[in-house]
C-alpha cells in the first residue's frame, strides 16, 4: 500500500500535469475510491490529481430517502468541493438497479430526485444506469423507456441538469433514444468498457458516429488494467480528439492486484502518458 505521504506527493506531481487532450478532463469514481457518498472522497480525487468526482447518490435508507437528499451532506459536498477547487463532474443514481424504469412507476420519482439533488451539487449531469433485471432487453423497453426519459426532460433542462443514459445498447440504439427524447438535456453517458466487453462494438466507431453532441461524459474501463486490456485507448482518444468533445472521461477501473490505491494510480499514469 502506499503511506499518506506517497498518495499527496504523487498527487501534487499529477496536479501540475493533469491530463488533458482537447478538453478531455479526467475525474473518477467515488466508488473507485471506496469512498462511495462520501465527502471525504473529493480531498482523495486531489490527491491522487483528479480534475473532477462523479459521486454515487446511494440506495434509500429505512425511511426511503437517498443518502444524498440529505441537505448537510449536500453542504459538506460542497464545502468540500470549494476547499479543494475540484468540481462534482456529475452524480450516478444507482437506485435504478433496483427500481427499474421499463416497470416500475415509482421509477420516473427516484430520477426526478436525482435530478434535485444533482442541481444542489451544482453537479450538471445526473448518470442513468440500471443494468442487471432492469437493462433494457429489446426495441419496445428502449422506446418506454425514451417515452419517460422525454417526460423527464423539461424538469431536467429546467435544473439546468442533462439526464446522462448510460446503457449496454448499440449507437445505432442510442441514437434512436435520443431522437425520440428530442431534448439537449438527455444526453448519452458513454462507457467504453461496457462498450467493447459487453456490448462487442468497436468504441472509437461509436464514439464518431454518436459525435460530440450525444455525448455528455465518458466512463474509461477494461477488463484489467488500462492499456491491456481489449479497449484500444489510443484509438478511443483518437476519436474523442477528432469530435471535438470537451469534457470529463471518469475512470471506473478495477483492482486486479487487490491494492486499489496502486491500480488505480496505474491506470490514471497510463491516460496522462497518452495524453
Same mark, same amino acid.
Given at each position: ?92 443514481? $444507482?437506485?435504478?438497479? @433496483?427500481?427499474?424504469? #421499463?416497470? +416500475?412507476?415509482? &421509477?420516473?420519482?427516484?430520477?426526478? *430526485?436525482? =435530478? ?105 474501463? $477494461?477488463?484489467?488494467? @488500462?492499456?491491456?486490456? #481489449?479497449? +484500444?485507448?489510443? &484509438?478511443?482518444?483518437?476519436?474523442? *480528439?477528432? =469530435? ?32
Amino acid at each position: 500500500m502506499l503511506s499518506r505521504r506517497e498518495l499527496l506527493l504523487a498527487g501534487a506531481a499529477r496536479s501540475q500535469a493533469a491530463p488533458q487532450s482537447s478538453g478531455l478532463k479526467i475525474g473518477v469514481m467515488d466508488g473507485i475510491l471506496k469512498l462511495s457518498s462520501r465527502p471525504e472522497a473529493i480531498g482523495r480525487a486531489r490527491q491522487f490529481g483528479f480534475e473532477g468526482l462523479q459521486v454515487t447518490l446511494g440506495r434509500p435508507d429505512d425511511s426511503n430517502r437517498l443518502p444524498l437528499e440529505d441537505p448537510v451532506l449536500q453542504a459538506r459536498y460542497l464545502e468540500e468541493a470549494r476547499k479543494h477547487a475540484l468540481p462534482i463532474n456529475s452524480t450516478y443514481i $444507482d437506485v435504478l438497479h @433496483l427500481s427499474c424504469l #421499463k416497470n +416500475d412507476p415509482a &421509477a420516473p420519482g427516484w430520477v426526478r *430526485r436525482g =435530478i434535485e439533488i444533482t442541481r444542489k451539487l451544482n453537479a450538471g449531469i445526473l448518470m442513468t444506469v440500471f443494468f442487471g433485471k432492469c437493462a433494457i432487453e429489446n426495441r419496445r423497453e428502449l422506446d418506454y423507456v425514451a417515452d419517460l426519459f422525454r417526460e423527464l426532460a423539461p424538469e431536467a433542462r429546467r435544473a439546468g441538469v442533462i439526464l446522462g443514459f448510460e446503457n449496454l445498447l448499440a449507437a445505432e440504439d442510442n441514437a434512436r433514444a435520443m431522437d425520440r427524447v428530442a431534448s439537449d438535456a438527455f444526453k448519452i453517458y458513454y462507457d467504453v468498457g461496457n462498450a467493447r466487453n459487453r456490448v462487442g462494438v468497436d468504441p472509437a466507431r461509436e464514439i464518431r458516429f454518436l459525435g460530440r453532441d450525444r455525448i455528455c461524459q465518458f466512463h474509461f474501463k $477494461d477488463e484489467g488494467y @488500462l492499456g491491456e486490456g #481489449k479497449v +484500444d485507448f489510443p &484509438a478511443v482518444l483518437a476519436a474523442i *480528439r477528432e =469530435i471535438g468533445f470537451s469534457g470529463f472521461a471518469n475512470l471506473e477501473t478495477g483492482s486486479p492486484s487487490g491494492n486499489a490505491e496502486a491500480d488505480l494510480t496505474r491506470n490514471f499514469d497510463y491516460l496522462r502518458r497518452l495524453l
